[in-house]
């Protein structure tokens, strides 16, 4: 006897974003391998670009890179210019992270062929439709942020104190010192 078939009564939305990811990435994929700049590498120029520097753990939350695989993203973009480590005064353990002339050149060099291709995306699917979605996209980052995020307390043993969250970048991060 063959096991009933499980029926689910909504569509799978973690699948459908990560195909729609895809298909947006793969509109931007050939700019990147023109530039040498790797999807990660990319991530974190912009990021960087919209904050001045952030310690890693946060440009892991915004970027969405784990923090082993974020270690030798930043050790690469560090060996080809592109970024600088700055340990903080007041506490030499912490690091901060920024992007270098030469990563801000590469993004200038990038922005024309990157704009276009935004625009290319917006004229199929409307610019209405486009600042919907991403308004709508803002809403379900903001509504279903981690626990920590929405001041759910955190175990006695679940670490650190939650940042201050950052609403113009999206992320808690610490304040600049």
């Avoid at 793969?26 to 520097?53: G, K, Y």
């Avoid at 486009?130 to 043993?157: C, I, K, N, W």
């Amino acid at each position: 006897m063959s096991p009933r078939p499980i029926r689910l009564r909504h569509r799978n939305l973690p699948l459908l974003l990560l195909q729609a990811r895809e298909r947006v990435i793969s509109q931007f994929r050939p700019i990147l391998n023109a530039n040498a700049i790797t999807e990660q590498q990319w991530r974190v120029v912009r990021v960087l670009l919209d904050v001045s520097a952030l310690e890693p753990r946060e440009i892991g939350e915004l970027c969405q890179i784990s923090s082993p695989s974020l270690a030798g993203v930043l050790a690469r973009m560090q060996e080809l210019g592109f970024v600088v480590r700055q340990r903080l005064e007041h506490d030499q353990r912490r690091v901060r992270v920024s992007l270098t002339p030469r990563a801000r050149t590469l993004a200038a060099r990038m922005a024309p062929e990157i704009d276009a291709t935004y625009q290319r995306i917006e004229a199929l699917l409307g610019a209405d439709f486009s600042a919907r979605f991403q308004q709508m996209l803002d809403e379900l980052l903001a509504t279903l942020r981690p626990r920590a995020a929405r001041g759910v307390p955190r175990s006695p043993a679940g670490g650190r104190r939650p940042l201050p969250y950052n609403k113009r970048v999206g992320v808690r991060h610490a304040p600049e010192q």
